[in-house]
């Protein structure tokens, strides 16, 4: 099992490491170079530039100005290939400080790639240069050349194109291209988040995935392909099983693809003299079964030579694609092991010895899997675990041009994405890529020939399936007899599979389900492999045709049974399906569909009185904020604003605190309040919103009359976004707290800017922000108008100085202000004089928070000390004490001094 490693570089270390980089010529260091080229430009890119720049100068490589400047002009990414070429060109010693100085970050930067890469270039030594040049040049193999390289062959007819599965109904057909210039690269990180997974793969993943990507730069490893069989330094061996984990459609195949064409075009792994490639779903039909055979089956030509081939096992690598689509639940700790090549065995337990080096010892074996099916097995056998995390967003941009071909419509298409982020998160999934662009890409070919507006394009995922099935019955309603039965079939095959974890189907699933094979319709949903065993485009597809069914063939038995049979599930594996029932009881999008339903009514009325009663029930005030937004999806996906009324109206308060809000999730948000303005509080502190989060939002809180944004991380940059929240006129926020966020005193004068003409708000919290500074005139000034409504004004721990102290008096101006709070700022006695004019020219104020360290004198007036009394205040972590008035005010004073 990997384990999070770090380490603290001594000086001893560092001149044990120079020694070492000192016996290395410059021919070896090129070596090195290449080889660790991906890993040093990532490196780069995420360091400190300032930092690095001025490692390499304290080792007589001085460079800092003008590469500061070419990483401003040119990017991160840009940047650091080219500062990477450079120290290359430089010669030796160059090249030594480069890592010397990355040696040495070490200790600023505990990326595990960094981490990762240093530990192998000093823990393998002399044996990483023998592994490269492996690598690179394979094995001797004498009698078992020709035999090498018609297996290559063969491997590369297989892998040579990325194929697009035909979809025959459509107007633009999926087509195939080179792999070598077609494929996208994937995001691969080295991590077991599935494990804590208990939403739908797709909507947990999709819903984190910008998330992950700020992770995946500073605390996930990124592996390439070429460093999945490296020196792992988490596990600290060289793997010889490793896993890669991805939701359905998210590109594990194609990368499964992708590394073995890389190893027939000899880019890596020549070490590896012959690899298997199997997929789970194929395997299907054997019951049980020999290593060789199975071999065999796949490979017929290796008929003469394979006993030659099996005798040397750590040549060999075993890829078994799609663990989820076994038909064992299949456990590594398993007893039942073979150690016989000749013996016929169940497929799982083949895997499991060759997993556990029972079988072919020494040989090694690379796997995939849905998450959903690692969630419950034990995988410590393995000594690398990743996952695939999908498209960066510039490879989701390559990908619409490459689909396009047309950078016009390719930009206005992606706009629209971009837009509409309930698609646009799905798009780290190559194929809901290509299902989106498919849609998308009828729906503006129709908008431009018609002239029509964007009514027809989809704004839901519901609406997205619907639009892409439409377009397939138009081209095909012509030539297929009876395609609402054909649907109706396809349907219950689709639900049957959703129920029970089935993702490929056989002739047998046809016949059962009366699904007719030869429908031209059929290739537009579902795709054949070489075996003879069915599966639908994406497992998506196959969930949009479960929910259909109920509106194609509505039971109210049926529906029933099915919705109370999912509450059994607690992997999520139905949550898409509900969506869609949901989405479908909307009747605009069901629209496109009409004339293939029938009358769907009945079915929409039953899914709206379902939605109905699951709030009902399930929403209190102890409810899981995670269930809460699930239910707020599924009132998202209806489109029914009546009915958000009619269940979220009564509800007066919303409280996702401490719920990581994405941005999705913030739509929903959107959408919700937009339909329901009976919202009075509304708590997102500790959400995780950012920038993108409050975008979504923008247009919609100004109606919340309490709102709670603290710790989100908004930065000056999103003050913007304030602007249309607090805007005059329609505003009816009279509570706002931007506790503990990362505004600075930039903020100051847009925040001022803000509130000059706002009339609503009457408590501020801008506590925990860096504020102090000489912008901080301009937000005091304003608070201090006489017109200002403020009452209750926290500035708690803004880094409040002495030097700023003067600016506060003109507070007094401020007639509305009753409570102040400065406390934990870093205010001394040198302010308490202006602190207590503060006090006696206020005449409402009426609380203030202050320091121990700040000695106020109030003015000896006739009978005051009779009036006040000290008292003790406990149950705090800090003593403080109260002056308080006995008849609960003082005219001209606080009737509170909190010296906290």
């Not at 009359?705 to 005059?728: C, E, T, V």
């Amino acid at each position: 099992m990997e384990k999070n490693i770090s380490r603290v570089i001594s000086d001893d270390d560092i001149e044990q490491f120079r020694c070492r980089l000192l016996q290395y010529e410059m021919f070896t260091l090129k070596i090195l170079y290449e080889y660790f080229w991906n890993d040093l430009t990532h490196i780069v890119e995420i360091l400190d530039t300032r930092n690095f720049l001025s490692e390499l100068g304290f080792r007589n490589i001085p460079m800092e100005m003008d590469y500061l400047l070419m990483e401003k002009e040119l990017g991160s990414s840009a940047f650091s290939e080219i500062l990477i070429r450079d120290i290359m060109d430089m010669g030796r010693d160059a090249v030594l400080a480069l890592w010397e100085s990355l040696f040495v970050l070490q200790n600023n930067c505990q990326n595990p790639n960094l981490i990762g890469v240093m530990a192998e270039f000093t823990e393998r030594g002399d044996m990483l240069v023998a592994q490269i040049n492996l690598d690179a040049d394979g094995h001797q193999l004498y009698q078992l050349s020709d035999t090498h390289n018609i297996h290559k062959r063969h491997l590369l007819e297989m892998t040579q194109n990325l194929e697009d599965h035909s979809a025959s109904g459509l107007a633009k057909q999926r087509r195939s291209g080179s792999i070598s210039t077609c494929y996208l690269d994937l995001i691969v990180v080295s991590t077991q988040q599935f494990r804590n997974r208990t939403q739908h793969e797709i909507i947990e993943t999709g819903g984190r995935h910008e998330h992950y990507l700020r992770k995946a730069q500073s605390t996930l490893e990124r592996i390439s392909p070429n460093r999945l069989f490296r020196w792992c330094h988490r596990s600290g061996c060289t793997p010889h099983a490793v896993m890669v984990s991805g939701v359905p459609g998210v590109g594990k195949t194609t990368l499964m693809q992708k590394f073995v064409y890389d190893w027939v075009t000899k880019k890596h792994y020549q070490r590896f003299s012959f690899i298997f490639f199997f997929k789970f779903r194929d395997l299907k039909r054997y019951d049980t079964i020999s290593m060789e055979d199975m071999i065999l089956d796949h490979y017929p030509y290796l008929q003469t030579q394979l006993q030659n081939i099996l005798k040397d096992p750590e040549k060999l690598l075993f890829i078994f694609d799609g663990l989820d689509e076994s038909v064992h639940d299949i456990n590594f700790n398993s007893q039942t092991v073979c150690s016989n090549s000749k013996q016929q065995e169940r497929v799982d337990d083949i895997v499991v010895s060759l997993v556990r080096q029972r079988l072919l010892n020494r040989s090694s074996i690379l796997l995939t899997s849905r998450p959903t099916n690692l969630a419950s097995v034990d995988i410590g056998v393995f000594q690398r675990v990743c996952e695939i995390m999908g498209f960066f967003p510039k490879e989701r941009e390559a990908y619409f041009e490459h689909f396009f071909k047309d950078k016009e419509l390719s930009n206005r298409v992606l706009q629209y994405v971009r837009q509409n982020d309930t698609l646009y998160t799905f798009c780290y999934i190559p194929s809901y890529c290509w299902i989106i662009c498919t849609v998308l890409s009828m729906s503006f070919t129709t908008q431009m020939k018609d002239g029509q507006q964007n009514t027809l394009l989809p704004k839901t995922v519901t609406q997205l399936f619907v639009s892409y099935v439409a377009h397939i019955l138009a081209n095909h309603s012509a030539d297929t007899e009876h395609p609402e039965e054909l649907m109706i079939s396809i349907g219950r095959m689709a639900q049957h599979g959703v129920m029970n974890h089935i993702l490929s189907f056989d002739a047998k699933d046809f016949e059962t389900f009366q699904v007719g094979i030869t429908s031209k319709l059929l290739s537009s949903f579902i795709i054949e492999s070489h075996t003879n065993t069915y599966s639908f485009l994406h497992l998506t597809i196959q969930e949009f045709f479960s929910a259909l069914l109920h509106f194609l063939n509505f039971s109210e038995k049926d529906m029933e049974l099915t919705l109370n049979r999912i509450k059994s599930f607690e992997d999520g594996r139905c949550e898409m399906f509900i969506r869609f029932l949901c989405g479908l009881s909307d009747g605009t999008t069901r629209s496109l569909l009409r004339s293939f339903l029938g009358s769907t009514t009945s079915a929409s009325e039953y899914v709206i009185r379902w939605i109905k009663q699951e709030i009902e029930t399930k929403w209190t005030l102890e409810t899981d904020p995670s269930e809460k937004m699930n239910l707020l999806t599924y009132l998202f996906e209806s489109r029914n604003k009546h009915l958000v009324r009619s269940t979220i109206g009564s509800h007066v308060q919303l409280d996702f605190s401490e719920f990581h809000l994405t941005p999705v999730d913030c739509t929903v948000l959107a959408f919700i309040l937009e339909s329901c303005k009976e919202i009075e509080y509304l708590n997102l502190d500790r959400c995780f919103i950012q920038s993108e989060g409050l975008e979504r939002l923008t247009g919609i809180l100004h109606t919340v009359q309490k709102l709670r944004l603290s710790n989100n991380d908004f930065k000056d940059s999103d003050m913007l976004s304030f602007y249309g929240i607090l805007a005059p006129g329609a505003c009816r926020v009279q509570k706002l707290s931007l506790r503990n966020n990362s505004f600075t005193l930039e903020s100051c004068s847009s925040l001022a800017t803000i509130l000059i003409e706002n009339q609503s708000l009457t408590d501020l919290d801008l506590s925990r922000n860096n504020l102090a500074g000489p912008y901080l005139a301009d937000l005091i000034t304003i608070l201090s108008r006489p017109s200002c409504t403020i009452s209750h004004l926290s500035l708690q721990q803004i880094k409040l100085k002495d030097e700023y102290a003067p600016l506060l008096i003109s507070l007094d101006q401020n007639p509305n202000l009753t409570h102040l709070d400065l406390s934990h700022n870093y205010l001394t006695d040198v302010s308490a004089e202006i602190i207590q004019d503060l006090i006696l020219k206020s005449v409402n104020l009426m609380e203030i928070r202050g320091f121990t360290s700040i000695f106020i004198k109030l003015p000896l007036e006739e009978s005051v000390n009779d009036c006040l009394t000290q008292e003790r205040r406990t149950g705090t972590s800090e003593s403080s004490y109260v002056w308080r008035n006995r008849e609960g005010y003082l005219s001209a004073r606080p009737t509170a001094i909190y010296c906290v």
